[in-house]
């Protein structure tokens, strides 16, 4: 059984850093791209940041981009997301999926939403003052 399973959500300040995990079972990530999603209260899931099956290709949604990092540890089968400089606009539930390979879709733009699967239960992170 594929699973998915986020931690590392948090209240933090603006300013503040949290690093999410996303620790796979039942298959392993040499395989499968990660991607990072967010949803806020009333908005629609918006992709984040995804890490390639190699770990040698990368994105970010333009909106995080300087501030959050992916990584990916092939022997612990799972996949970070380093956030740091956190604004209150960061403020949703962060979930991890899977995707065959890459990242991206033939002629390299950022796979959709839809492409992966496997989806993990969340975690809440809130920027706050």
């Known amino acids: 059984q594929l699973q998915l399973v986020e931690s590392g959500g948090g209240l933090v300040q603006p300013g503040g850093s949290l690093r999410l995990s996303c620790a796979a079972s039942g298959f392993s990530l040499d395989y499968y791209a990660i991607g990072w999603f967010r949803q806020a209260p009333g908005k629609e899931r918006e992709g984040v940041s995804c890490i390639s099956s190699s770990g040698g290709s990368t994105n970010y949604a333009d909106s995080v981009k300087g501030r959050f990092t992916i990584s990916k540890d092939n022997a612990k089968n799972t996949v970070y997301l380093q956030m740091n400089s956190l604004k209150p606009e960061d403020t949703g539930i962060y979930y991890c999926?899977?995707?065959?390979?890459?990242?991206?879709?033939?002629?390299?733009?950022?796979?959709?939403?839809?492409?992966?699967?496997?989806w993990g239960q969340g975690t809440q992170v809130t920027v706050s003052s």
């Open positions: 999926a899977a995707k065959g390979w890459d990242c991206t879709v033939v002629g390299g733009s950022k796979a959709p939403l839809t492409d992966f699967g496997s």
